[in-house]
Each structure stands twice: as C-alpha cells, then as structure tokens.
C-alpha cells in the first residue's frame, strides 16, 4: 500500500546556486506539505552510510564525495501518492531527458548535478526520512 510521505534532499549543487527558495516553492505549488525539514552537510562517512546501496557501483565514491561537498536541505514531503508524485514532480535523472516543468529540467546542471534527491519507493522513503529526522522533528 502506498504512503503519504517521501524523502527528498536538494543536493549541493542547488544550494550553492541559491535555487531552495524556488524548489520548496515547486513543492509546495505542487500540493506537498512539509512535514520535516533541516539545512544541514553530510560528513563523507555519513554521506557513505545514506548511499550505501550503491557502495559496489563505480560512481559510488564521487557520489559520496559530491554530496558531502557542501550543505544539503533535506526534507520529508506528504501528499496522497507522494513518492510517485515527487518522482514525476523531479523528471529525470538526466536533466535534458526531464519533462518542461520539472524541477530537474529547471534546477539540474547534469546527471550528477541534478538537483535534488526522491525517493523511489515507500520502503526507501521510510528509510531515508529516518537516518535524517527523529520522531520529535516531525510534524
């Protein structure tokens, strides 16, 4: 059965381009409520834990470097059907393969640069929404 909430981040390279303000405002155009939320930078070995699933892929060490580079904004989003709308609400990975509208096609430099993180299922956004928040940072 399908969830109410996901699990999103923007990632470095938004932040550092000053694009926060214009994702959320996506976001919340886009029916989600903000139920957790937190500015904050991962540690390479914090970083190396969260993406841990891709530890035996070749990009596994510049992701965990790229994504403790600078601050991040992480977040937990509700809306009925919430990982697959964030999902359709981001696009695609590759930023000049996303749909008009999205915020990848708007935000994202390039495959690895691209913007922000989503969930792709309820499991991972169980997960994901739980290495970041405490019960107490929900709302």
Do not use: C, W
Not at 112 to 129: F, I, L, R, T, Y
Not at 132 to 139: G, H, M, P, V
Request: aromatic share 10%; charged share 25%.
């Amino acid at each position: 059965m399908a969830t109410n909430r996901t699990f999103t981040m923007i990632k470095p390279d938004a932040v550092e381009n000053n694009y926060i303000g214009g994702i959320l405002k996506m976001i919340n155009e886009a029916g989600f409520r903000i139920v957790a939320m937190k500015y904050t930078q991962l540690s390479e070995e914090a970083a190396g834990t969260f993406y841990e699933v891709h530890k035996e892929r070749p990009f596994y060490g510049e992701l965990v470097s790229y994504m403790s580079s600078g601050p991040i904004v992480a977040a937990i989003l509700e809306k009925e059907n919430a990982v697959a709308d964030f999902r359709t609400l981001i696009g695609a990975t590759d930023p000049t393969k996303a749909d008009e509208g999205t915020i990848r096609k708007t935000y994202a430099k390039s495959i690895a640069a691209n913007a922000v993180h989503g969930s792709d299922s309820d499991e991972n956004a169980q997960v994901e929404g739980d290495f970041y928040f405490s019960k107490l940072e929900r709302f």
